[in-house]
Nanobody
Framework: QVQLVESGGGLVQTGGSLRLSCAAS????????AGWFRQAPGKEREFVAY????????SYADSVKGRFVISRDNAKNTVYLQMNSLKSEDTAVYYC???????????????WGQGTQVTVSS
């Protein structure tokens, strides 16, 4: 069992930056791939980025490529999402998730956090 707690969301102006954190419980964190997803009102949950257990493999959705950076610190059992050059369309609830393999599909993950709201205002 893994418990995930996101933090770092908030209100930011267009062009600003935020860093989301996802703290995980458990001693086997390095075995898990981790992903970030987001869900805007009235829309489906969509993939944002994923990272392998070692941190050596990363992938991003086209909509955030070049602006967002996913990373992890396995010593701290934490995954991060650095979000730069934020746009109004980035407004959503952001969720972190972990699973046994890398996936761009939300069904590919076993454990989820509660989500953190990110609002980008113009």
């Amino acid at each position: 069992q893994v418990q995930l707690v996101e933090s770092g969301g908030g209100l930011v102006q267009t062009g600003g930056s935020l860093r989301l954190s996802c703290a995980a419980s458990g001693r086997t964190f390095t075995q898990y791939a981790a992903g970030w997803f987001r869900q805007a009102p009235g829309k489906e949950r969509e993939f944002v980025a994923y990272i392998s257990g070692s941190g050596g493999v990363k992938s991003y959705a086209d909509s955030v490529k070049g602006r967002f950076v996913i990373s992890r610190d396995n010593a701290k059992n934490t995954v991060y999402l650095q979000m730069n050059s934020l746009k109004s369309e980035d407004t959503a609830v952001y969720y972190c998730a972990v699973g046994s393999r890398l996936s761009t599909r939300f069904l590919g993950y076993d454990y989820w956090g509660q989500g953190t709201q990110v609002t980008v205002s113009s």
